[in-house]
């Protein structure tokens, strides 16, 4: 079974800096896209930054120049570093990833979220 695992949340002052992981372990043949994902109260998920398994990179245009998706193939694992955070960072992060797995099942996981607060 493929599972995806977030960590590094928490609670940082605006102007400050975070860093967010996702480690997918299981039965995993190849990962393609990997992202990071957000949903505040009230609103709904958005998109904040994918890589490809090439390292090109996308990010909402909100978090262009303050955040940084990388990722390590051989750990499987997808980081989201987060500076000059604003309040309305504020959300629950979800990392997402296009796996496949041994049986050659092809399919899009979801971790289970890391909650950042962004508050002084």
């Known amino acids: 079974q493929v599972q995806l695992v977030e960590s590094g949340g928490g609670l940082v002052q605006p102007g400050g800096s975070l860093r967010v992981s996702c480690v997918a372990s299981?039965?995993?043949?190849?990962?393609?896209?990997m992202g990071w994902y957000r949903q505040a109260p009230g609103k709904q998920r958005e998109l904040v930054a994918q890589?490809?398994?090439?390292?090109?990179?996308t990010y909402v245009d909100s978090v262009k120049g303050r955040f940084t998706i990388s990722r390590d193939n051989a750990k499987k694992r997808v980081y989201l570093q987060m500076n000059s955070l604003k309040p309305e960072d504020t959300a629950v992060y979800y990392c997402?990833?296009?796996?496949?797995?041994?049986?050659?099942?092809?399919?899009?996981?979801w971790g289970q979220g890391t909650q950042v607060t962004v508050s002084s």
């Open positions: 299981g039965r995993i043949s190849s990962i393609y896209d």
């Open positions: 997402n990833a296009d796996i496949v797995d041994f049986s050659g099942y092809r399919g899009y996981y």
């Open positions: 890589i490809t398994s090439g390292n090109t990179t």
